[in-house]
């Protein structure tokens, strides 16, 4: 049986087709390549930020947009001849069950950037709304992963920006969290690979490859047990960095300028300007220390009321810089 975050288990009379667990493998290395270097950022070994900017941005989003691909293409092989009710709830409530597994783990771990709505609980919610495009047209399919992809462009608004309302993507601030890949966009690739494999799959372009793996490709092994690989990854990551540092300690870190970094790249991300910026990084770190919730906040120690503070502070600068 499959552990797959990705999508449900293709197994056919035809045959399974392991080439698609050689790609979840391969975008499963890339998951966690990107995971070790925030791990590292973490620990002070890279610059702060280094993980959320730039290239590593990129790359983040290119990695959640394949497994939602794929999660999409293999749905519509699994049910295309009419949804499987036992095996969909099944593989759903095991997704389901470990997103809320990871998101009640950060809360307690991270409380400054749990995972509420990570790339398991995209995937969760993706899988019900593509059911209802299995027996639509690809151009329908096609058409609401462009409303999926270009929806945050036109239609985001601070009323999305509450954490209840912020998993939809329209929020115009970001939450805080360690994973968030919101519905939107993140469910256009979904129904990308879904409209993809609509397409190619009654034409028979897929029986060439339904053959197992080889039993040698380290890839198709990660592929086929990838929700069990997620889940692990990250405990076993944070371990070698942890003992790491227990032999060669990163260097010293000052915490005042690692935070106006990290706020000013965050800042920057939401296209504004250098200097506005900074005049937001430099309110909020006064207004920070001034209420004693700097160095909580630099540690991950933070209570929900000293989170709501934050938030509250973050408002009334951004109202100040303005």
Known sequence: MSNDPAAPAVSTSKGRIGGLDTLRGIALIAMASYHFTWDLEMFGYLDPGTATQGLWRLYARGIASSFLFLAGFSIYLAHRRGIQWTSFGKRFAMVAGAALLISIATYFAVPDGWIFFGILHNIAVAS???????RLPMVVTLVGAAAALIAPIYLSSD?????????IGLSTTPPRSNDYVPLLPFLGPFLLGLAVSQFVTPRGWLDRFRKPSARRDIFALFGRHSLLFYIVHQPVLIGIVYLASLIVP???VDQVEAYKKSCEAGCMQQQNGLELCQSF????????QAE??????MANALVPDQQTKI?????QCSQTVQ
């Open 128 to 134: 019900l709304i593509g059911l209802i495009f299995l």
């Open 159 to 167: 009323a999305f920006n509450p954490i209840w309302l912020s998993w």
């Open 250 to 252: 990163p260097p010293p």
């Open 281 to 288: 990084c430099g309110c909020t770190l006064e207004k920070l």
């Open 292 to 297: 004693s919730l700097f160095d909580p906040m």
């Open 311 to 315: 938030g509250e502070i973050a408002a």
